[in-house]
């Protein structure tokens, strides 16, 4: 007995008396108490594979044989039951159904807002074995067509809301054979397809054929748009696993069925509708849907809605920060907060000023399985890099020429890791276990993600495309991202894309766009710095028509400046 206690002090003792003993002991226990979380996550997925739920609706109507008629989701006034929502999905099926059946796999884009109609949307693609791809709300004409023919849709399921967007298109869609629905009440013009009223005459029995097509765990689930690092969006693969593994978030932050989840984010995006509605979903919580985010009713929406969870990107928190001080942001019920892109100096201030709230930052990407939780709660780092950690997420950084914009290989032609306080590049091994499906289109475009014979003859990474730094405390550190991208009010921007959309002026000979940072604000806004054609004048009435008319308002430059040359 005094031996095995000799032999478990000794490690401990020798841990305190190190440089940062009591600190680095302490996180010790954090990264053991974060690999038993872990493992619980693991083995919820597993519980859930062998209970039958092999997908996102899959999961829904497990929690909804335990609680029916427990409130899912809370919009505006509206009350909806896990039941409620399993039918009008099932309507929907059915009246997409009675419009002729596509193939199994055959993708559906969802041209719709935060609400209700969404998710009804989104199940019932689901529910006919078909592909639901989600559209970014923001993008109109060409990039609304681009994304519609890169992920080779056969249908289009949008709002009355939203219409304007399609029907500046619906020759182009025609001409694709792009069936055209719309979910809700009213008169549409010729070409598109009431679904509001097929779905008031249909069933709300669930369909037979959702469990004629077996499912593989590996198949294509959805498609989410990204801009990645160069052109247009992409249609990036997501599989059912990486959808359910999506759904035990919250699993990992301490949620539980009692949480009502407060989500203002997008839902054509990976953090609102896999970690957001996925995640609650997976511990059986409810969901309070808002339109868009409203930093003057957030704290008096999460007192009316007795909200426990809210999901944030950094700029949301800032927000809330700069906000007059009111009564209700101290009579809150919030507990927990998970999201990405929170600043040090906004997180002090966002957790003295609101309360004792837990913050989860987060890093993750919409097309592979890297991830990073900050779970101990140090402002700034996305999460620790601990060797127990790499067995749950592997990775590595690698050294990177930011001239050349590509890793630096030796004489072999192989990488090498970091050092301690380096910044590198972010990436992480491609396995069986965790693969990347890559992009909808030319393999070219996946390719392209990949690094190869990193280490040695025959690897596989994925070039993330970010660069991090890891400390000698294990905690990483997002620093900037590579390629001709910049992020701006939670969205990527492509410069090449607004470059070719700006050189389409008469006026313009060079257009170079890049991001540049603002104080007080999160990521970067473009500048456009343009040369003029011999003989034209600057009209910035024209370019300001142009920009507003072509581009989506975050990928919109809100500086512009004019060379003689651009070298």
Known sequence: MALWLVLVLLPVLVLWLWPRGPLRLRLLLEDARFSLQAARLKRSVQGWLRQGALSLPGLFQLQLRSRPDSVFLRYRDESVTYRQLEAQSNRAARALLSCGRLPP??????????????????????KLRLVAAFLNT???????????????????????????????????????????????????????????????????????????????LLDTAICIFTSGTTGLPKAARISHLKTLMCCAFYHLCGGCSDDVIYMSLPLYHKSGALLGVGGCIGIGASLVLKERFSASQFWSDCRRYEVTIFQYIGELCRYLTNQPQNEDECRHKVRLAAGSGLRPDVWKEFSRRFGKIKIFETYGMTEFNITFLNYTGNPGAVGRGTFLYKRFCPFELIRYDTQQGEPIRDGAG??????????????????????FLGYVGSRELSEKKLLRDVFQLGDCYF?????????????????????????????????????????????FQEVNVYGVSIPG????????????RPGHQLDLEQVFSHVKEFLPPYARPRFLRVMVGIT
């Not at 598109?192 to 008031?200: A, C």
């Open 414 to 435: 192989r990488c090498h890791r970091t050092s301690t306080g380096e910044t590198g590049l972010l990436i992480s091994p491609v396995t069986p276990t965790s693969p």
């Open 138 to 216: 923001n993008v109109r004409r060409g990039a609304l067509t681009h994304c519609l023919q890169t992920c080779g849709a056969r249908g289009l399921i949008t709002s009355p809301e939203l219409l304007d967007a399609v029907l500046e298109i619906l020759p182009e869609l025609q001409d694709m054979e792009i069936t055209v629905w719309v979910m809700g009440p009213g008169q549409f013009p010729p070409g598109v397809i009431n679904l509001h009223n097929l779905m008031e005459e249909a069933s709300e029995n669930p369909l037979p054929c959702e469990t004629e097509t077996p499912i593989n």
């Open 463 to 507: 070039n993330t495309g970010d660069l991090m730094m890891q400390d000698d405390l294990g905690y990483v550190y997002f620093r900037d991202r590579t390629g001709d991208t910049f992020r701006w009010k939670g969205e990527n921007v492509a410069t090449t894309e607004v470059s070719e959309i700006m050189s389409a002026l008469d006026g």
């Open 105 to 126: 796999g055959a993708p559906v884009a969802l041209l719709l807002g935060n609400e209700p109609r969404f998710l009804a949307a989104w199940f019932s693609v689901y």
């Open 521 to 532: 604000h999160e990521g970067r806004t473009g500048m456009a710095a343009v040369t003029l």
